[in-house]
């Protein structure tokens, strides 16, 4: 009986264990369910359905939430240039040329060009509202054009534009206080892997909405010297999508869609984005005063090969090389000298010389900026107050002022071996010299082998930016070699 008894107990409990699990496993079941339900706009994550199939619903509905948000900020933008060319008389209509061409045998006619893209409203002032897009979208047209989502359209004006980043901003006139305006985000919170959808009219198809990932981000070689560090991306861009949006899965507007990489004009996964937040400080200067003001620090920069870096002792470092400063320029003032190794500007890092184009750029004139570099293998920090960038041109001009107006490399044995020289042949080699500089006044030529400066030799690139920094002397005594026979020149600083 005693047995049967504690039979009995420890089936019964055998039996509460197992219903505890149940009900346990049970309601983890419910919790989990609850947790996992998704709002548009939602971060979406993959889940299996009963079936034992993946469930992308949630994502679908993401995509279409964004689209439709955002959809309606983004506009198709038709532009018209009117130009006017001589043509020599007969070259395609010789009756109307015979009796309407001028004496001179030469006509003057009109031609029409056509263009497209895509623009993003980003802002309204009463009944004025403000569309981005890009420089070479809008381009010299005589004649803009904005239709929106809805179909409507309307004659717009240009605002302002900058081929450097190229970026232009558009007005339009309307009482409707209903269209949409995007919503700017931050595109430095982009990671490669990110979902994103690019919204524009590609080859004319209004509303066109493509979806990927980023890519890459921090991407350099834009067209026509753009100095963006571009988004790349693998959502679909094509023709007419320059202009548009890039969307992350918030709404928020991160890119601006600006150039593709192709061989046959269509798209092939390379697709490339001006980051928002290189636009926002644009969009307010193009509405204060129509263009955008950069800062200029007065110096001519380039990444360094692994050769001159190993030279200058700082291989394996992030920055950009000084190789001229222009006199009297923000940066001599401010004590760069040529040779000088940039690596930060106000605290922010620099990877090459395009990102120190781009963080010069966005330095505020007026204003004193912080500069880290490394000089003759020392740390160094210097203050210098930055002024306003001059056009091109005035700088093209300038370059008499420029010094030293050449640049170097190191004679490694493989150079030696090209020019045929021999293995004990020491000095540096001449790699550039700028057009209307001090070097190129005095003679000095590509392929001149420098080996004495200032009667003392010269073994390396680090020698030859001491002897040019060397403000004890009024003049650079340069000794060098060229086919064969031994010159000298000075040049004054």
Known sequence: ????????????????????LIMGFTMSMLVFSC????????????????????????LQNSFRSISQRVRGTVVKIDVQEVRNERTPRGSDRPWFDFFFGEPNGDLDREFRTQGLGSGVIVRRDGNTYFVLTNDHVIGQATEIKITLDDEREFDATLVGKDPRKDLALVSFE??????????????????????????????????TVTAGIVSATGRRGGPQGNISDFIQTDAAINQGNSGGALVNLGGEVVGINTWITSRTGGSIGLGFSIPINNAKRAIDEFIESGSVQYGWLGVSIQTPSRAVAEDLGVQGRQGALVHHVFRNSPADRGGILPGDFITSVNGRRVRDSDALILAVGELPAGRDAAFELVRQGEEVQLEVRITVRVDEQSIAEQNRNLWPGLSVFPLTDDVRRELDLETETSGVLIASVQNGTPAAIAGLRVGDVIGRMNGQPVTSVRQ???????????????????EGQDLKISIAR
């Open 35 to 58: 947790s996992t339900r998704i709002q548009p706009g939602d971060s979406v994550h993959a889940q299996q359905s009963p079936s034992g199939e993946v469930d992308l619903s949630g």
């Open 1 to 20: 009986m005693l047995k049967k008894l504690m039979g009995s107990r420890n089936l019964l409990l055998v039996n509460l264990v197992l219903v505890g």
């Open 464 to 482: 030859f930016y001491a002897a040019i920094n060397d403000r004890a002397r009024r003049e650079v005594e340069f000794e060098f070699t060229r």
């Open 174 to 207: 309307s009482r409707d206080r209903t269209i949409p305006i995007a919503v700017l985000g931050d595109s430095n919170d982009l990671q490669v892997g990110d979902w994103v959808v690019a919204i524009g009219s590609p080859f004319g198809f209004q509303s």
